[in-house]
Protein backbone atom coordinates (compact mmCIF):
# COMPACT_ATOMS: atom_id res chain seq x y z
CA UNK A 1 0.00 0.00 0.00
CA UNK A 2 1.89 2.99 -1.23
CA UNK A 3 2.01 6.34 1.09
CA UNK A 4 3.61 9.50 0.35
CA UNK A 5 5.88 9.16 2.69
CA UNK A 6 6.64 5.54 3.68
CA UNK A 7 5.33 2.48 2.01
CA UNK A 8 3.87 -0.63 4.26
CA UNK A 9 2.82 -3.73 2.92
CA UNK A 10 0.56 -6.29 5.27
CA UNK A 11 0.13 -9.61 4.82
CA UNK A 12 -1.45 -12.78 6.38
CA UNK A 13 1.41 -15.45 6.27
CA UNK A 14 -0.01 -18.45 7.89
CA UNK A 15 -1.22 -20.12 4.83
CA UNK A 16 2.44 -20.41 3.55
CA UNK A 17 4.44 -23.82 3.94
CA UNK A 18 7.57 -22.41 2.12
CA UNK A 19 10.41 -20.05 1.89
CA UNK A 20 9.83 -19.81 -1.87
CA UNK A 21 6.21 -19.43 -0.94
CA UNK A 22 6.67 -16.33 1.21
CA UNK A 23 9.17 -14.69 -1.05
CA UNK A 24 6.06 -14.83 -3.94
CA UNK A 25 3.85 -13.49 -1.54
CA UNK A 26 6.25 -10.28 -0.73
CA UNK A 27 6.67 -10.22 -4.77
CA UNK A 28 3.13 -9.56 -4.59
CA UNK A 29 3.13 -7.08 -2.47
CA UNK A 30 5.94 -5.03 -4.18
CA UNK A 31 5.31 -5.44 -7.42
CA UNK A 32 3.28 -2.24 -8.09
CA UNK A 33 6.25 -0.86 -7.08
CA UNK A 34 8.76 -2.80 -8.85
CA UNK A 35 6.52 -2.74 -12.24
CA UNK A 36 7.64 1.11 -12.32
CA UNK A 37 11.43 0.40 -13.14
CA UNK A 38 12.95 -1.77 -15.91
CA UNK A 39 12.63 -5.58 -15.63
CA UNK A 40 16.12 -5.98 -17.12
CA UNK A 41 17.05 -3.48 -14.33
CA UNK A 42 15.71 -5.96 -11.33
CA UNK A 43 18.19 -8.09 -9.76
CA UNK A 44 15.47 -10.27 -8.78
CA UNK A 45 13.71 -11.44 -12.81
CA UNK A 46 18.47 -11.43 -13.45
CA UNK A 47 18.78 -14.20 -10.96
CA UNK A 48 15.36 -16.43 -12.30
CA UNK A 49 16.83 -16.02 -15.65
CA UNK A 50 20.12 -17.36 -14.40
CA UNK A 51 18.11 -20.15 -12.23
CA UNK A 52 15.75 -21.73 -15.18
CA UNK A 53 12.74 -19.88 -13.38
CA UNK A 54 9.77 -19.14 -15.51
CA UNK A 55 7.16 -16.65 -15.43
CA UNK A 56 3.66 -17.63 -14.74
CA UNK A 57 1.07 -15.34 -14.18
CA UNK A 58 3.24 -12.49 -12.18
CA UNK A 59 5.98 -14.79 -10.48
CA UNK A 60 6.99 -18.61 -9.96
CA UNK A 61 9.77 -19.69 -8.30
CA UNK A 62 10.35 -23.46 -9.88
CA UNK A 63 12.83 -25.60 -8.44
CA UNK A 64 15.38 -22.62 -7.07
CA UNK A 65 14.63 -24.05 -3.66
CA UNK A 66 18.24 -24.27 -2.76
CA UNK A 67 18.84 -20.41 -3.89
CA UNK A 68 15.60 -19.25 -2.16
CA UNK A 69 17.73 -17.18 -0.35
CA UNK A 70 20.04 -15.49 -3.31
CA UNK A 71 16.32 -14.46 -4.30
CA UNK A 72 14.92 -12.75 -0.91
CA UNK A 73 17.90 -10.75 -1.05
CA UNK A 74 17.77 -9.61 -4.58
CA UNK A 75 13.97 -8.85 -3.98
CA UNK A 76 14.89 -6.40 -1.14
CA UNK A 77 17.75 -5.01 -3.17
CA UNK A 78 14.89 -4.56 -5.69
CA UNK A 79 12.80 -3.08 -3.78
CA UNK A 80 15.66 -0.56 -1.75
CA UNK A 81 17.13 0.85 -5.30
CA UNK A 82 15.95 4.25 -5.87
CA UNK A 83 13.72 4.46 -2.55
CA UNK A 84 14.10 6.49 -0.06
CA UNK A 85 11.11 6.42 2.16
CA UNK A 86 11.14 3.97 5.11
CA UNK A 87 9.55 0.61 4.02
CA UNK A 88 7.47 -1.31 6.30
CA UNK A 89 6.21 -5.04 6.24
CA UNK A 90 3.40 -6.02 8.70
CA UNK A 91 3.65 -10.09 8.46
CA UNK A 92 0.55 -11.27 10.44
CA UNK A 93 1.23 -14.88 12.10
CA UNK A 94 4.56 -14.86 11.01
CA UNK A 95 5.70 -17.29 14.03
CA UNK A 96 2.75 -20.05 12.74
CA UNK A 97 4.31 -19.49 9.39
CA UNK A 98 7.73 -20.32 10.96
CA UNK A 99 6.20 -23.07 12.63
CA UNK A 100 4.71 -24.67 9.35
CA UNK A 101 8.00 -24.15 7.49
CA UNK A 102 9.59 -25.90 10.44
CA UNK A 103 6.75 -29.15 10.05
CA UNK A 104 6.93 -28.68 6.17
CA UNK A 105 10.50 -28.41 4.89
CA UNK A 106 12.50 -29.04 7.54
CA UNK A 107 13.96 -26.80 10.79
CA UNK A 108 17.20 -26.09 8.58
CA UNK A 109 14.72 -23.52 6.48
CA UNK A 110 13.26 -22.35 9.21
CA UNK A 111 16.57 -21.13 10.78
CA UNK A 112 17.85 -19.85 7.72
CA UNK A 113 14.75 -17.63 6.85
CA UNK A 114 15.15 -16.24 10.68
CA UNK A 115 18.67 -15.33 10.17
CA UNK A 116 18.22 -13.71 6.45
CA UNK A 117 15.72 -11.84 7.71
CA UNK A 118 17.74 -10.04 10.35
CA UNK A 119 20.82 -10.13 7.91
CA UNK A 120 18.30 -7.59 5.38
CA UNK A 121 17.32 -5.63 8.68
CA UNK A 122 20.43 -5.65 9.22
CA UNK A 123 21.58 -3.79 5.68
CA UNK A 124 18.38 -1.73 5.12
CA UNK A 125 18.24 0.78 7.86
CA UNK A 126 15.21 2.33 6.26
CA UNK A 127 13.32 -1.04 6.40
CA UNK A 128 11.06 -2.28 9.46
CA UNK A 129 9.24 -5.10 9.95
CA UNK A 130 6.66 -5.65 12.11
CA UNK A 131 5.44 -10.09 13.33
CA UNK A 132 2.37 -10.55 14.67
CA UNK A 133 0.11 -13.44 15.57
CA UNK A 134 -1.54 -15.76 17.78
CA UNK A 135 1.63 -17.95 18.84
CA UNK A 136 4.36 -16.08 20.20
CA UNK A 137 7.69 -15.83 17.95
CA UNK A 138 9.50 -17.75 21.18
CA UNK A 139 7.89 -20.28 20.63
CA UNK A 140 9.21 -21.29 17.86
CA UNK A 141 12.90 -20.24 18.39
CA UNK A 142 12.87 -22.41 21.58
CA UNK A 143 11.43 -25.46 19.38
CA UNK A 144 14.11 -24.86 16.79
CA UNK A 145 17.12 -24.23 19.68
CA UNK A 146 16.45 -28.22 20.24
CA UNK A 147 17.61 -28.83 17.11
CA UNK A 148 20.98 -27.21 17.73
CA UNK A 149 19.57 -23.49 16.90
CA UNK A 150 21.87 -20.85 18.43
CA UNK A 151 21.10 -17.76 17.09
CA UNK A 152 18.80 -14.50 18.55
CA UNK A 153 17.58 -13.60 15.61
CA UNK A 154 14.96 -10.70 17.10
CA UNK A 155 17.49 -9.08 19.42
CA UNK A 156 17.53 -6.15 17.40
CA UNK A 157 13.76 -6.12 17.28
CA UNK A 158 11.23 -4.53 20.31
CA UNK A 159 8.72 -6.92 22.08
CA UNK A 160 5.44 -5.01 22.46
CA UNK A 161 3.01 -6.78 24.22
CA UNK A 162 -0.56 -5.77 23.04
CA UNK A 163 -3.06 -5.72 26.45
CA UNK A 164 -6.51 -5.43 26.97
CA UNK A 165 -8.05 -2.34 27.61
CA UNK A 166 -8.50 -0.24 30.08
CA UNK A 167 -11.79 -0.23 31.95
CA UNK A 168 -13.42 2.59 30.68
CA UNK A 169 -12.88 1.97 26.77
CA UNK A 170 -13.56 -1.78 27.36
CA UNK A 171 -16.73 -0.57 28.27
CA UNK A 172 -17.08 2.26 25.96
CA UNK A 173 -16.97 -0.44 22.64
CA UNK A 174 -19.33 -2.95 25.26
CA UNK A 175 -21.88 0.09 25.09
CA UNK A 176 -21.50 0.33 20.84
CA UNK A 177 -21.72 -3.47 20.67
CA UNK A 178 -24.81 -3.44 22.11
CA UNK A 179 -26.39 -0.32 20.54
CA UNK A 180 -25.24 -2.06 16.83
CA UNK A 181 -26.80 -5.22 18.16
CA UNK A 182 -30.16 -3.33 18.73
CA UNK A 183 -29.90 -5.50 22.11
CA UNK A 184 -32.42 -4.47 25.01
CA UNK A 185 -30.91 -2.85 28.28
CA UNK A 186 -33.35 -1.96 30.47
CA UNK A 187 -31.76 -0.26 33.14
CA UNK A 188 -28.37 0.96 34.25
CA UNK A 189 -26.54 0.95 30.98
CA UNK A 190 -23.15 1.81 31.97
CA UNK A 191 -23.43 -0.58 34.56
CA UNK A 192 -23.96 -3.33 31.89
CA UNK A 193 -21.20 -2.18 29.61
CA UNK A 194 -18.67 -2.14 32.55
CA UNK A 195 -19.80 -6.00 33.52
CA UNK A 196 -19.53 -7.27 30.11
CA UNK A 197 -15.85 -5.24 29.62
CA UNK A 198 -15.41 -7.03 33.20
CA UNK A 199 -16.41 -10.46 32.51
CA UNK A 200 -14.84 -10.35 29.22
CA UNK A 201 -11.48 -9.67 31.27
CA UNK A 202 -11.32 -6.21 28.86
CA UNK A 203 -10.31 -8.49 25.60
CA UNK A 204 -12.15 -6.89 22.90
CA UNK A 205 -12.61 -10.27 21.11
CA UNK A 206 -13.98 -11.69 24.02
CA UNK A 207 -16.34 -8.61 24.23
CA UNK A 208 -17.08 -9.27 21.01
CA UNK A 209 -17.92 -13.15 21.90
CA UNK A 210 -20.09 -12.05 24.98
CA UNK A 211 -22.14 -9.75 22.92
CA UNK A 212 -22.83 -11.78 19.98
CA UNK A 213 -23.88 -14.57 22.97
CA UNK A 214 -26.22 -12.18 24.52
CA UNK A 215 -28.03 -11.06 20.80
CA UNK A 216 -28.47 -14.88 19.67
CA UNK A 217 -29.81 -16.50 22.86
CA UNK A 218 -31.53 -13.83 24.35
CA UNK A 219 -31.39 -10.45 22.64
CA UNK A 220 -31.67 -8.50 26.01
CA UNK A 221 -29.49 -8.25 29.36
CA UNK A 222 -29.25 -6.23 32.84
CA UNK A 223 -26.14 -6.23 34.91
CA UNK A 224 -27.21 -9.36 36.79
CA UNK A 225 -27.74 -11.42 33.25
CA UNK A 226 -23.91 -10.67 32.46
CA UNK A 227 -22.77 -13.30 34.60
CA UNK A 228 -25.25 -16.04 32.96
CA UNK A 229 -24.25 -15.31 29.42
CA UNK A 230 -20.65 -15.52 30.24
CA UNK A 231 -21.35 -19.29 31.73
CA UNK A 232 -23.24 -20.24 28.53
CA UNK A 233 -20.57 -18.88 26.58
CA UNK A 234 -17.58 -20.81 28.56
CA UNK A 235 -20.60 -24.47 28.81
CA UNK A 236 -21.16 -24.53 25.02
CA UNK A 237 -19.80 -27.70 23.56
CA UNK A 238 -19.49 -25.94 19.75
CA UNK A 239 -16.91 -23.15 21.56
CA UNK A 240 -17.75 -20.48 19.34
CA UNK A 241 -14.76 -18.22 21.71
CA UNK A 242 -12.21 -20.97 20.50
CA UNK A 243 -10.96 -21.28 24.45
CA UNK A 244 -10.06 -24.71 23.18
CA UNK A 245 -6.93 -23.09 21.23
CA UNK A 246 -5.34 -22.39 24.72
CA UNK A 247 -5.17 -26.09 25.18
CA UNK A 248 -4.47 -27.02 21.70
CA UNK A 249 -1.52 -25.07 21.14
CA UNK A 250 0.27 -26.59 24.83
CA UNK A 251 0.48 -29.89 23.23
CA UNK A 252 1.42 -28.43 19.39
CA UNK A 253 4.12 -26.01 20.42
CA UNK A 254 5.44 -27.38 23.85
CA UNK A 255 7.63 -30.16 23.84
CA UNK A 256 5.61 -33.18 25.50
CA UNK A 257 7.48 -33.24 28.65
CA UNK A 258 7.01 -29.39 29.23
CA UNK A 259 3.00 -29.52 27.99
CA UNK A 260 2.56 -32.06 30.64
CA UNK A 261 3.50 -29.55 33.50
CA UNK A 262 1.96 -26.53 32.09
CA UNK A 263 -1.74 -28.60 31.69
CA UNK A 264 -1.10 -29.48 35.48
CA UNK A 265 0.39 -26.34 36.73
CA UNK A 266 -2.84 -24.54 34.62
CA UNK A 267 -4.89 -27.38 36.51
CA UNK A 268 -4.08 -26.36 39.79
CA UNK A 269 -4.06 -23.08 39.81
CA UNK A 270 -7.96 -22.59 38.00
CA UNK A 271 -8.84 -25.83 40.93
CA UNK A 272 -7.62 -23.18 43.93
CA UNK A 273 -8.76 -20.42 42.57
CA UNK A 274 -6.41 -18.16 44.57
CA UNK A 275 -2.71 -17.10 43.72
CA UNK A 276 -0.26 -20.34 44.44
CA UNK A 277 3.41 -19.41 45.56
CA UNK A 278 6.24 -21.60 43.40
CA UNK A 279 6.94 -24.32 45.87
CA UNK A 280 3.25 -24.78 46.69
CA UNK A 281 2.23 -25.24 42.96
CA UNK A 282 5.25 -27.66 42.71
CA UNK A 283 4.58 -29.63 44.84
CA UNK A 284 0.82 -29.54 43.60
CA UNK A 285 2.28 -30.67 40.16
CA UNK A 286 4.75 -33.44 41.48
CA UNK A 287 1.65 -35.26 42.94
CA UNK A 288 0.36 -35.90 39.52
CA UNK A 289 3.99 -36.37 37.62
CA UNK A 290 7.07 -37.37 39.61
CA UNK A 291 8.96 -35.17 35.98
CA UNK A 292 8.57 -31.79 37.92
CA UNK A 293 12.14 -30.66 38.24
CA UNK A 294 12.78 -27.33 40.25
CA UNK A 295 14.40 -25.88 37.41
CA UNK A 296 12.50 -27.24 33.92
CA UNK A 297 8.93 -26.06 36.02
CA UNK A 298 10.11 -22.52 36.19
CA UNK A 299 11.27 -22.64 32.59
CA UNK A 300 7.84 -23.31 31.83
CA UNK A 301 6.04 -21.40 34.28
CA UNK A 302 8.05 -18.68 32.52
CA UNK A 303 6.67 -19.14 29.01
CA UNK A 304 3.46 -19.61 30.22
CA UNK A 305 3.87 -16.01 31.46
CA UNK A 306 5.32 -15.17 27.69
CA UNK A 307 2.24 -16.76 25.92
CA UNK A 308 -0.04 -14.68 28.60
CA UNK A 309 -1.57 -18.01 30.14
CA UNK A 310 0.22 -16.77 33.68
CA UNK A 311 0.71 -13.53 35.58
CA UNK A 312 3.30 -13.25 38.58
CA UNK A 313 2.54 -11.14 40.87
CA UNK A 314 4.38 -8.88 43.25
CA UNK A 315 4.65 -11.27 46.03
CA UNK A 316 5.93 -14.54 43.77
CA UNK A 317 2.27 -16.20 43.32
CA UNK A 318 1.04 -17.03 40.36
CA UNK A 319 -2.20 -17.04 38.80
CA UNK A 320 -4.06 -16.75 35.43
CA UNK A 321 -3.42 -13.32 33.79
CA UNK A 322 -7.27 -13.49 32.17
CA UNK A 323 -10.18 -14.40 34.51
CA UNK A 324 -12.58 -15.71 32.02
CA UNK A 325 -9.43 -18.10 30.69
CA UNK A 326 -9.47 -19.23 34.08
CA UNK A 327 -13.26 -19.24 34.57
CA UNK A 328 -13.09 -21.80 31.26
CA UNK A 329 -10.11 -23.68 32.49
CA UNK A 330 -11.82 -24.54 35.60
CA UNK A 331 -15.34 -25.59 33.59
CA UNK A 332 -13.41 -27.61 31.23
CA UNK A 333 -10.50 -29.31 33.26
CA UNK A 334 -11.66 -28.39 36.96
Not at 82 to 105: G, Q
Not at 219 to 226: A, E, I, L, N
Not at 289 to 307: G, H, I, W
Amino acid sequence: MPHSDRLCFLRDVEGFRSPTEFIEGIYYDVEQILSKRERARLAVWGLLEKLGGTEIGHLKLPQVKPHWKNLLAALFHDIFTDEARPVIFFWDELPLFLYNVKEATGEQDAMELLDALRAIRQKYGSLRMVFTGSVGIHQVIGSLRKHGYANDPTNDMLTIEVPPLDRDDGSYLAGLLLAGENITVPDDTDGVNRAISEAAGHIPYYIHCLVSRIRSTGGHVDRDGVTRYLRDLIADPNDPAHFQYYQSRLITYYGTLEAKLALYALDALASCGQPVAFPDLLNLVKHKTPDAEDELFRQVLQVLMKDHYLFRNLNGTYSFRYSIVQSWWAYTRG
